[in-house]
């Protein structure tokens, strides 16, 4: 039987809390609370706080190695 008209609600998606300051996510700025703390954590990208590890491209053409 089809399920048409069914009042059924959305399953909500598990609540979050912002990474920063651990206050309850905003739908809008998943998954941040606020614009403040999703310019935080831009800036600390930017600014190199967070990295993601690999090799160093210029130590590999010191060695000569090529992919």
Same mark, same amino acid.
Request: negative net charge; hydrophobic residues 25%; charged residues 35%.
């Given at each position: 039987?089809?399920a =048409? #008209? @069914?009042? $059924?609600?959305k399953?909500?998606?598990p609540e979050?809390?912002?990474p920063?300051?651990?206050?309850?996510a905003?739908? $809008? @700025?998943?998954?941040?609370?606020?614009?403040?703390?999703?310019?935080v $954590?831009?800036n600390r990208?930017l600014?190199? =706080?967070?990295s993601?590890? #690999?090799?160093?491209? @210029?130590g @590999? +053409?010191?060695d000569g +190695?090529d992919e």
């Amino acid at each position: 039987m089809n399920a =048409v #008209g @069914r009042d $059924d609600p959305k399953p909500q998606p598990p609540e979050r809390s912002c990474p920063i300051c651990g206050k309850p996510a905003s739908t $809008d @700025r998943l998954p941040f609370c606020s614009k403040r703390c999703a310019d935080v $954590d831009l800036n600390r990208w930017l600014s190199g =706080v967070y990295s993601i590890p #690999g090799q160093d491209a @210029r130590g @590999r +053409e010191a060695d000569g +190695e090529d992919e």
